[in-house]
């Protein structure tokens, strides 16, 4: 990998191929009864989130502190960017604390990038804007892999479902499944999927109820209200009537069909609770495996080469 992972264009095919099976090993780590390593001891990693986060932060925080990594936490509601400090100064005396990466999460796509331009630390984006969350991906790959127990994608149908045109997890998660040889299908209202389709390499339908016999996998996207600045379907209720996936619709689904959402979910919108939580949802099992996929980043970034140990 680069110095950076900003895209998952960083990646291409084989550094997917490699990311996915170094997090393998970082799963049995993970799995270990002291489920730590020794293998970033001495190394600093920062975690620089200019928007909310759940997962991400605290995945990423569980990962560095399991490679034995010394963590540094941002908050904006108690920094001087309260005060008016900008970006560039902010991430230089963070630098200049003495930092080996930095995990950035910021509502301007191309933020983490900038960061990069600026400091000598390794920057993962952990999801800028509208643009990429590259992590996601991989862990969302990682569990198709485990779940489906297959290390290969050639063939595997993917309906990806709702608001694609403001979600970075589906441009990451569908660059990625298509760069591993997954057909994928963009669902949504003309007015949710992307203004143009070039370079998705998807097809494309507005119906989601004839895909449901024959797809492998539902990832559904939550609707970001926070992004959309005019009203792009009538009313919620609608939205679920035609694209949300209720009980019902799930009874349609083939019986090994499984169901992914990046959270966090808008239960009753475009997935029922029941449904998210039922034996078909892999969702859980994403955050899971998300710490194995940052340690892996994170020591292949930091980790010189070196053993996991
Ligand atoms: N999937 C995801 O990025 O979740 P958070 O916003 O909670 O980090």
Redesign the pocket.
Known sequence: MSRHLLSVDDLGRSGIDEMLELSSSFVEVTQREIPKVPALRGKTVASLFYE??????LSFETAAKRLSADTMTFAISSSSVKKGESLRDTVQTIAALGVDAVVVRHRAAGAPHRIAGWIDASIINA?DGRHE?PT?ALLDLLTLRRRLATTTFDGLRVAVVGDVRHSR?ARSTVKALVAVGAEVTLVGPPTLLPESLAGWNCAVSHELDPLLPETDVVYLLRIQSERQDEALFPSLREYTTRYGLTAERAGRLKPDTVIMH???MNRGVEIAAEVADGPASIITEQVTNGVAVRMAVLWSLLGSGGSIA
């Not at 909310?52 to 932060?57: I, L, P």
């Open positions: 909310e986060s759940t997962r991400t932060r999801g969350h996601q997890v990046p959270g966090p």
